[in-house]
């Protein structure tokens, strides 16, 4: 009744496991943490307990429910030598999409089956999200550590339900269909993934654009294949994202503008412009001057 429901609400599959503690995943981030992978994310390092245990962020919590969200499209920017923005944020901030129709999966539950403990996540709270949504039956970690479907691909987001309803639990996705191939780390042109499934994120262009405050390292200069907000070769490039279908989620269309901007548009932008062309868009994380400094960095 839940996956139907999610489902009508039009996420792109669901999962449910057990509410417990992660012991795989909890070596992996400690190492992780310890060699500074993440960098200026100083959050990663914080309720590392309830990262790995989600009985410690809701009360008398039984089972997680994962959810993906279908974010692909064909849609490109029209000026192909205009400085570059990942498909995710072409339209409004997935963080609100997602959340309202969370709400509404809850909403439902509780007319359903009654008065439910539970919480909302995404993206934004130590939930790890592929960790779970592996644990569920979604998919396997790629060796670009993102999470692959073999029907969807992997551009999609995740989210999640823990809930204190017990509930029939899905099988954890134990096959990775990676095989051999290793053209997400052969693409990578600032090699940030160091090994399988292990993205050193100090040195990946999403974090480069986005999470990091202080300016670009120079080592990186002539590095970023022309990206100034995010980076989607890793996932490009993937084999299994030729499975990958066009969305149907109306507020994740592109902002109107957005991929008309050309290159002297961009590398021109006002803030007027900005907050016209961003509003309601995940860019707005970078604020005007982080993006500006990111097309700076380009064009020197």
């Given at each position: 009744?839940?996956?139907?429901?999610?489902?009508?609400?039009?996420?792109?599959?669901?999962?449910?496991?057990k509410?417990?503690?992660?012991?795989?995943?909890?070596?992996r981030?400690?190492?992780w943490?310890?060699?500074?992978?993440?960098?200026?994310?100083?959050?990663?390092?914080?309720?590392?307990?309830?990262?790995l245990?989600?009985?410690?962020?809701?009360?008398?919590?039984?089972?997680?429910?994962?959810?993906?969200?279908?974010?692909?499209?064909?849609?490109?920017?029209?000026?192909?030598?205009?400085?570059?923005?990942?498909?995710?944020a072409?339209?409004?901030?997935?963080?609100?999409?997602?959340?309202?129709?969370?709400?509404?999966l809850?909403?439902?539950?509780?007319?359903?089956?009654?008065?439910?403990?539970?919480?909302?996540?995404?993206d934004?709270?130590?939930?790890?999200?592929?960790?779970?949504?592996?644990?569920?039956?979604?998919?396997?970690?790629?060796?670009?550590?993102?999470?692959?479907?073999?029907?969807?691909g992997?551009?999609?987001?995740?989210?999640?339900?823990?809930?204190d309803?017990?509930?029939?639990?899905?099988?954890?996705?134990?096959?990775?269909?990676?095989?051999?191939?290793?053209?997400?780390?052969?693409?990578?042109?600032?090699?940030?993934?160091?090994?399988?499934?292990?993205?050193?994120?100090?040195?990946?262009?999403?974090?480069?654009?986005?999470?990091?405050?202080?300016?670009?390292?120079?080592?990186?200069?002539?590095?970023?294949d022309?990206?100034?907000?995010?980076?989607?070769?890793?996932?490009?490039?993937?084999?299994?994202?030729?499975f990958?279908?066009?969305?149907?989620?109306?507020?994740?269309r592109?902002?109107?503008?957005?991929?008309?901007?050309?290159?002297?548009?961009?590398?021109?932008?006002?803030?007027?412009?900005?907050?016209?062309?961003?509003?309601?868009?995940?860019?707005?994380?970078?604020?005007?001057?982080?993006?500006?400094?990111?097309?700076?960095?380009?064009?020197?």
């Amino acid at each position: 009744m839940i996956k139907a429901e999610a489902k009508r609400l039009g996420f792109l599959d669901v999962g449910i496991a057990k509410a417990e503690f992660l012991e795989e995943e909890a070596p992996r981030l400690e190492t992780w943490l310890k060699n500074n992978r993440h960098g200026e994310m100083k959050y990663m390092e914080n309720y590392f307990d309830k990262r790995l245990d989600p009985r410690l962020l809701v009360d008398g919590a039984k089972s997680v429910i994962s959810l993906s969200l279908n974010y692909f499209t064909t849609a490109t920017q029209s000026d192909e030598a205009a400085p570059k923005i990942s498909k995710y944020a072409y339209g409004q901030d997935y963080h609100t999409v997602i959340k309202t129709k969370l709400k509404a999966l809850i909403h439902f539950i509780e007319e359903q089956i009654g008065e439910v403990c539970g919480r909302a996540f995404v993206d934004s709270a130590p939930v790890l999200d592929r960790a779970w949504a592996k644990k569920s039956g979604i998919g396997w970690m790629g060796k670009n550590s993102n999470l692959i479907s073999k029907q969807d691909g992997s551009f999609f987001f995740l989210a999640e339900l823990i809930v204190d309803l017990a509930l029939d639990y899905d099988q954890p996705f134990k096959t990775d269909h990676c095989g051999t191939c290793t053209r997400c780390l052969d693409a990578c042109p600032t090699e940030a993934i160091i090994a399988p499934q292990v993205v050193d994120a100090t040195k990946c262009i999403s974090y480069l654009t986005i999470e990091l405050k202080n300016e670009i390292p120079a080592e990186f200069k002539d590095k970023m294949d022309n990206w100034m907000f995010g980076c989607d070769i890793c996932q490009d490039v993937c084999p299994w994202n030729r499975f990958s279908k066009i969305h149907r989620e109306e507020e994740f269309r592109p902002q109107t503008g957005l991929l008309e901007l050309d290159h002297k548009a961009l590398t021109e932008i006002t803030e007027d412009v900005f907050k016209k062309v961003f509003k309601g868009s995940a860019v707005k994380r970078t604020k005007y001057a982080g993006l500006k400094r990111n097309i700076e960095f380009l064009k020197t």
